[in-house]
C-alpha cells in the first residue's frame, strides 16, 4: 500500500502478505470482542465510522481529493435505510440496498458537478452540496426536521438473523465493515488503484500518458460516496435513529480528523483514528463541550509530532506497508 509519506513503499508480494496478516490479525480481534466485556454499541459504532474513514481515504488517501461533504452520503444512506425500514417495512437488506443505492446516485449527481473542478475549489463546492442537503432534510417532511427517524425497526436479517439481539447485530456489522474494507482493499491494489495513484502523484503525466483522469477521478468519487452510504445504512440498526447529525458540516469534519489522525493513504490508519476518535466521544462524554477542545488538541499534537499519523508513523519505523 502506497502512503503519502516521503518515501513510499511499492506494492510487493511481501508488502501483500504484511497487510494481510494485519488484516487477519485485526478481524480475529474484533471477533473476540463479545467475550471480553466491552461496550458492544461503541465498538459497532466505531466500526461504522471506520467504514465511513476508509470510503473517505480512499478518495483523498489514493486519488488526492479532499472532500468536505462526506457526511452527505452517510446522512443520505440513513435516512433513505431508516424510512424503508420504518415507514415502508422493508426488511433489513432491503433496507440496505435502499440506503446504498441513494448514496450512489447522490453521489453521480454530486461527483459530476464537483469533479471537474481541482483543490480548494473541488473541496468547497463538495461542502456546499453538503450543507444544502442538510438544508432541505431539515425542512424534508419525510425526515422530521430536527426530531430525526426515531425507533427504526431492526427486524430479521434475510429472515434469519435477529438483528434486535446485540450479538448478532455485531457480528453482522463486523462483516459489513470486513466486507467493505476488503472491496476497498481490492480495489486500491487493482489496475484502476494504481492509474489513481498516479494521478495524485502528478495528474499531468497521467493525462500524457492518455488517461482520462476526470472519469478515473469520478469514479473514485462514486465508489467512495456508495461505501460511505454502506456504512451509513449499518449505522441506522446501530443508533435506531437517523439525524442531522449524520448530514451535518462538522461530521465531514471528523471523518477527516480521523482519516489524518491514523494516517493518510494508509490501508488501516482511518480504522485507528475511527476508533481513537468514537473512543474519546465515548469515555470523555463527561467533559461536555471540552471533548470538542481535546480533540482539537490530539490533532494539533498529532500534525506537528505524528506528520504522518499514527499507522503512518509506525509503518515508516518498521519499513512495512501497512
Request: charged share 10%; aromatic share 14%.
Amino acid at each position: 500500500m502506497t502512503a503519502l509519506t516521503d518515501d513510499t513503499l511499492p506494492v510487493t508480494p511481501r508488502a501483500m502478505r504484511d497487510e494481510m496478516i494485519v488484516f487477519a490479525l485485526m478481524a480475529l480481534l474484533l471477533a473476540a470482542v463479545p467475550f471480553t466485556g466491552i461496550y458492544p454499541f461503541f465498538v459497532m459504532q466505531a466500526l461504522c465510522f471506520a467504514l465511513l474513514a476508509c470510503a473517505f481515504n480512499l478518495l483523498i488517501g489514493y486519488g488526492g481529493l479532499l472532500s468536505f461533504g462526506h457526511a452527505m452520503f452517510l446522512g443520505t444512506a440513513g435516512y433513505c435505510s431508516a424510512h424503508a425500514l420504518k415507514v415502508w417495512g422493508l426488511p433489513p437488506e432491503l433496507g440496505i440496498v435502499v440506503g446504498v443505492a441513494a448514496a450512489f446516485l447522490l453521489s453521480i449527481v454530486t461527483g459530476f458537478i464537483s469533479i471537474r473542478r481541482q483543490g480548494i475549489y473541488f473541496s468547497m463546492i463538495t461542502l456546499a452540496l453538503s450543507q444544502l442537503l442538510y438544508f432541505i432534510y431539515l425542512q424534508a417532511p419525510f425526515t422530521h426536521g430536527e426530531d430525526g427517524i426515531q425507533g427504526i425497526p431492526q427486524g430479521h436479517l434475510f429472515g434469519v438473523f435477529d438483528l434486535s439481539k446485540p450479538t448478532v447485530l455485531y457480528y453482522v456489522v463486523l462483516v459489513g465493515f470486513l466486507a467493505g474494507f476488503l472491496l476497498i482493499y481490492r480495489i486500491i491494489n487493482s489496475p484502476f488503484g494504481e492509474v489513481l495513484k498516479s494521478i495524485r502523484e502528478n495528474e499531468q503525466r497521467a493525462i500524457s500518458l492518455g488517461y482520462r483522469t476526470d472519469q478515473y477521478k469520478f469514479l473514485a468519487f462514486v465508489l467512495s460516496g456508495t461505501l460511505a452510504g454502506f456504512a451509513g445504512s449499518l449505522k441506522v440498526f446501530v443508533a435506531q435513529n437517523a439525524s442531522l447529525t449524520d448530514v451535518h458540516w462538522s461530521m465531514s469534519g471528523e471523518v477527516v480528523l480521523m482519516t489524518l489522525v491514523g494516517g493518510l493513504g494508509t490501508i488501516f490508519g482511518p480504522v485507528v483514528g475511527a476508533f481513537v476518535i468514537i473512543a474519546m466521544q465515548q469515555y470523555l462524554a463527561s467533559f461536555g463541550q471540552w471533548v470538542t477542545v481535546i480533540q482539537g488538541g490530539i490533532f494539533v499534537i498529532c500534525v506537528l509530532t505524528f506528520r504522518r499519523g499514527v499507522i503512518g508513523e509506525i509503518a515508516h519505523y518498521l519499513r512495512r506497508s501497512l
